[in-house]
């Protein structure tokens, strides 16, 4: 049965989004989709919301900064998500592996995780005012292969952190 939620007033802060590019320089290419992956009811984006504790290993460290650094280290090796999605002939899907960069951006809200409930479960609530509208994501073509917002939520006193990825 789904949860139901009172109506939650908060402000979410988010800092201007930016491009996280290779920290190295990569290929260029075109890499040609499966037939499996660019079929026409595939082609829509896809929000994942993951919710990660605060490890006390991370001491002072903003987690947006260790993702932010660590992100550009892992696109050396995994390129194409850095790339945009273009149509071919007879609209075959392939990646141009162009070195643009993954979308990013880090936001804070006034709201703790408590305030959802004890399981935050499907449908999130509220996920319309937490997640970043990206303004050019009504199409697949051309847009960011990857977008990932940190927010940043304080729970019993001590910061969590929320991860939203949106996927081609």
């Known amino acids: 049965m789904a949860q139901t939620h009172a109506p939650m007033t908060f402000i979410v802060r988010r800092h201007p989004s930016e491009f996280i590019v290779p920290a190295k ?37 903003n987690p947006a900064s260790v993702i932010r650094e660590a992100l550009a280290k892992v696109l050396v090796f995994y390129y194409p998500f850095a790339g945009r999605l273009k149509e071919g002939p007879s609209r075959k899907l392939m990646v141009d592996c162009s070195g643009e960069g ?49 927010r940043i939520f304080m729970v019993h006193g001590r910061r969590f952190y929320e991860s939203f990825v949106l996927n081609d």
């Open 25 to 61: 320089p990569t290929p260029r290419e075109l890499k040609h989709l499966s037939d499996i992956d660019d079929q026409e009811g595939f082609r829509f984006h896809i929000p994942l919301i993951h919710i990660y504790k605060r490890s006390p290993k991370m001491g002072n460290k």
């Open 102 to 150: 993954v979308l990013f951006i880090e936001a804070e809200a006034d709201v703790t995780l408590e305030q959802f409930g004890t399981e935050v479960q499907p449908p999130f609530p509220c996920r319309d005012e937490l997640l970043y509208d990206v303004p050019s994501l009504g199409s697949i073509l051309g847009s960011p292969l990857l977008v990932i917002q940190v």
